[in-house]
């Protein structure tokens, strides 16, 4: 199998060596680029990373723009967002606007390693005391709403599964596991939800799937 195409988008040069080097370290990455974010689009297109990890906040163009930018592209990468504060503001807009996983830069390399693997395989990544922010409501407000109930219920009884697991952050394969289904069928499932939910990726159904309360803030189905 080819190595997963990685472009790094940040201001910092430091911060983009550093990145760089965990991310190349790993035999079945390869970092093909590094820009600030006036120089993403151009560089995505050019050198057609399956992932992007990019930067929320920058100097010339914020990140938020380059997403949308990328998300506008006819084949758009993976765009993992990168931060230094698991607080940050932008979280909800970020993720409205299709970024596939929210992560620190504090990130352990083994874990950010693991991240660029899971998004290049279609699925999402938060660090954990992101997921802990969108979970208790940062991304809406508040506590289950009606909306996000209505969403839910133009769902089968197995895509409810499904999306409850999707909301605890489970991958594909872990998701098969724990309702003895096929990957395959996962994922056909998944696709189903994106598609009822109107949903740009996993992590907007995740949403979804803590605002209608079918997950437990502490993670697990909700009753």
């Not at 995505?44 to 592209?73: H, K, N």
């Not at 407000?141 to 489970?170: C, K």
């Not at 109107?198 to 437990?216: F, Y």
Request: charged content about 20%.
């Amino acid at each position: 199998m080819p190595p997963i195409r990685v472009l790094i988008v940040d201001d910092e040069v430091l911060v983009r060596s550093g990145l760089g080097l965990i991310v190349g370290s790993a035999p079945d990455l390869e970092v093909v680029g590094g820009c600030s974010g006036g120089q993403a689009e151009q560089q995505t297109v050019e050198l057609r990373p399956q992932v992007v990890l990019l930067d929320i906040r920058m100097p010339d163009l914020d990140g938020i723009s380059v997403l949308r930018r990328l998300r506008a592209l006819p084949d758009p990468p993976a765009v993992a967002m990168l931060t230094t504060f698991d607080t940050d503001e932008y979280i909800g807009t970020a993720l409205r606007a299709g970024a596939a996983g929210f992560l620190l830069k504090d990130t352990a390399p083994e874990q950010l390693v693991h991240a660029v693997r899971v998004l290049a395989a279609g699925g999402s990544m938060l660090s954990p005391t992101v997921a802990r922010t969108v979970i208790n409501g940062y991304v809406e407000g508040g506590g289950p709403d009606a909306d996000a109930a209505a969403l839910a219920r133009q769902l089968t009884t197995r895509e409810l599964d499904v999306l409850a697991l999707l909301g605890e952050g489970l991958s594909n394969a872990e998701i098969a596991d724990r309702l003895y289904l096929g990957t395959g069928t996962v994922k056909d499932h998944i696709s189903a939800i994106l598609a009822k939910l109107g949903a740009a990726n996993r992590v907007q159904a995740a949403v979804v799937a803590h605002r209608a309360g079918l997950v437990r803030a502490q993670g697990g189905p909700g009753a």
